[in-house]
């Protein structure tokens, strides 16, 4: 992947809710953003990329333990299909996205949020995002 400078965003989507994650300018970074129900995604997006500069999506790409495609990869593949239409100027990735959500959950235990905080799936879905963007980025960084 060549380099362009910009942020990097990470979309885990899902049918109700949508996590959002985002790199720094610099790429260095995956920072958890927000949470959108899906069907306002793509409006979301016209909106986000009118204030930020964004290179490229990576869309989580749900697959079974063997590596191959779960049925909510054809749902994730039409939404790819539809971002590259919207936003041509974006590069789109898929990144595995087994076990984020789980590791999300273990990272909001681990930084001390409340029980409350934990069981609320919006922080999970922004997590999970960052934790999708981050794999990502450390993916692009191995030599």
Not at 68 to 82: A, F, L, R, V
Not at 104 to 115: E, N, P, T
Request: hydrophobic letters at 40%; charged letters at 20%; proline letters at 5%.
């Amino acid at each position: 992947m060549e380099k362009k400078l910009g942020r990097i965003m990470a979309i885990d989507y899902g049918l109700k809710r949508v996590g959002i994650a985002v790199t720094d300018p610099l790429q260095i970074i995956a920072t958890p953003l927000t949470t959108i129900v899906a069907p306002t995604l793509l409006p979301f997006l016209k909106d986000y990329l009118q204030q930020e500069n964004v290179v490229t999506f990576v869309m989580g790409m749900p697959t079974h333990l063997n590596g191959k495609p779960s049925k909510m990869g054809n749902i994730i593949k039409q939404i790819g299909t539809q971002l590259k239409k919207a936003f041509p100027a974006q590069s789109l990735y898929y990144q595995d996205e087994r076990f984020t959500s789980k590791l999300a959950l273990q990272g909001l235990y681990q930084a001390g949020y409340s029980k409350k905080d934990r069981a609320d799936k919006s922080n999970i879905d922004k997590v999970s995002a960052a934790i999708l963007l981050q794999s990502f980025l450390n993916k692009q960084t191995v030599i």
